[in-house]
């Protein structure tokens, strides 16, 4: 008598994914699986299906066929294994268990850094207005913004907002954290600090998947990258293998070739 | 000929130009106050909701919009009393009538404003967990407010205006306080007069006092 292994070792499970923005096709069948403390990065030309597949693991966009599952439990689809679109209030639940953060920083601009932090964990999680204030100020510190609490979005820089945006979506305790090109509208001198706080929650094993165009960043900071082209997985594996120059995957190649071409 | 101005008759009679200045503003502020009620229901209810209802919001506002106010409020005045079997005073049927008035141009302003949201934003409030209701409170609303701010002004300011058309309906505010000034001493030109000049300074107030609490809002978000 052996002992069964857990049904599920994946932390997400995205399977057979495909979707279609009307005649196109943005995801064909892309299977993913990522497991606690990972560090995936996606990476791909634009186009390919990168965000779109972010997007849809936290249901902000809905898909066509597949199954996307986070321990266990798929996200934007009922239980009863139709493909019954799940109550509001049931998704906000699940959305709650992943943390996102945007390109475009998307803070709430009516609200402090603070004030942003404390949002969802007294109305989602519950938790008092000193409770709540005393996590945004730990996570505020965590990400060196310790002193801007009280500053209100536009009073902040890019870089400082995005760390606001990264606290937001920390601070609420995901199971896993989703980042969509959050250093592409970024100055490149702000990108390092944003960067930093990545490397720091990765130290601590937060479970992450992540679109990014830092080559340099995916390399040190992720245990697995995913190519994307033509919204197919096109390759995955460590790092060295799929940056390094041994990899024999044509589209791969020309697209780090032309990458490589544009940022030297 | 020589025409003498002569304002001590005015000056007179003052009180009663004092008092329907004061029921005008009383007019403006109910009326705007039900008017944001009204914009700010059909305008959450116009963008979550279907074609149909679209299509009965749509209507009433461009009703009231392609309507002269006098209209409405001899329709609502004078009009539905003999159709249905209410009564009312003059001054609720005109409050009712200055409502639905500025409840139409409002929700046009709150649509858009609600629509100006950035996308991004709400996609923010979904990604912590928020339900559909606590995105519209806490994201939504309060940067449209922002957004509308200054629009609700300048409606506000349009409907103290607009409270003068009471006077067709002897409803005595501003201006019925100088019709009757005008019919019981004939100094037309001094009472209008001075009857412009209170909507002027009025008007001038207001929208310095508006535009404060505008920079206010703005600083504080």
Redesign the interface.
């Known amino acids: 008598m052996s002992i069964a292994p857990p049904a599920n070792l994946a932390l997400l499970d995205i399977s057979d994914v495909s979707k279609s923005f009307g005649s196109v096709e943005v995801l064909r069948s892309v299977s993913l699986q990522v497991t606690r403390g990972e560090v995936v990065t996606v990476i791909g030309p634009s186009g390919s299906g990168k965000t779109t597949l972010l997007r849809c693991v936290?249901f902000?966009e809905s898909y066509d066929s597949g199954s996307i599952r986070i321990d266990g439990k798929e996200v934007g689809f009922r239980d009863t294994g139709t493909r019954q679109r799940r109550s509001?209030?049931d998704l906000?639940?699940m959305?709650?268990?992943?943390?996102?953060v945007?390109q475009?920083?998307?803070?709430?601009?009516?609200l402090t850094a603070a004030g942003n932090i404390m949002?969802?964990l007294r109305?989602?999680r519950g938790k008092s207005s000193t409770e709540a204030r005393a996590i945004a100020e730990h996570w505020l510190g965590r990400v060196g913004l310790a002193h801007k609490a009280d500053s209100?979005p536009a009073e902040l820089s890019g870089g400082q907002q995005q760390r606001v945006g990264i606290a937001?979506?920390v601070a609420?305790e995901p199971k896993i954290l989703l980042l969509d090109e959050i250093t592409s509208a970024l100055d490149p001198e702000l990108v390092g600090e944003v960067l930093e706080v990545v490397r720091s929650l990765a130290e601590d094993g937060m479970t992450m998947v992540m679109v990014t165009h830092e080559m340099a960043f995916a390399r040190d900071a992720s245990s697995r990258i995913v190519f994307m082209a033509d919204g197919g997985v096109s390759a995955a594996g460590p790092p060295a293998e799929i940056l390094g120059t041994e990899i024999d995957n044509e589209r791969l190649r020309s697209f780090l070739a032309r990458f490589r071409a544009s940022h030297f | 000929m020589g025409y003498t101005l002569n304002f001590n008759l005015i000056w007179r009679h003052f009180d009663k130009l004092w008092g329907g200045l004061l029921l005008s503003l009383e007019l403006a502020v109910i009326s705007i106050a039900i008017g944001i009620v009204i914009g700010l229901l059909l305008a959450v209810w116009y963008v979550s909701a279907g074609r149909a209802v679209r299509t009965v919001i749509a209507a009433y506002v461009e009703f009231i919009r392609n309507v002269p106010l006098i209209l409405l409020v001899y329709l609502v005045f004078y009009g539905l009393p003999t159709v249905v079997d209410i009564a009312y005073s003059a001054q609720t049927s005109f409050i009712a009538t200055l409502s639905l008035y500025s409840g139409a141009y409002l929700v046009e302003v709150f649509r858009s404003g609600l629509e100006a949201v950035?996308r991004?934003?709400l996609?923010?409030?979904?990604?912590?967990?928020?339900?559909?209701w606590?995105r519209l409170v806490?994201?939504r609303l309060?940067?449209m407010l922002?957004i509308t701010l200054p629009a609700l002004s300048n409606t506000f300011l349009s409907l103290f205006k607009d409270t003068s058309v009471a006077s067709v309906i002897s409803v005595p505010e501003l201006t019925y306080g100088a019709q009757w000034i005008n019919f019981n001493t004939f100094r037309i030109v001094e009472v209008y007069l001075v009857v412009t000049a209170m909507y002027l300074l009025t008007g001038y107030a207001l929208l310095y006092a508006l535009r404060l609490v505008e920079r206010r809002f703005r600083a504080a978000?």
């Open positions: 936290n902000l509001e209030r906000a639940k959305r709650a268990e992943t943390g996102m945007f475009s920083f998307n803070l709430f601009p009516h949002l969802g109305k989602v209100l937001r979506a609420m | 950035p991004g934003q996609d923010a409030g979904k990604a912590i967990g928020l339900t559909p606590q806490h994201v309060p940067t922002r978000h």
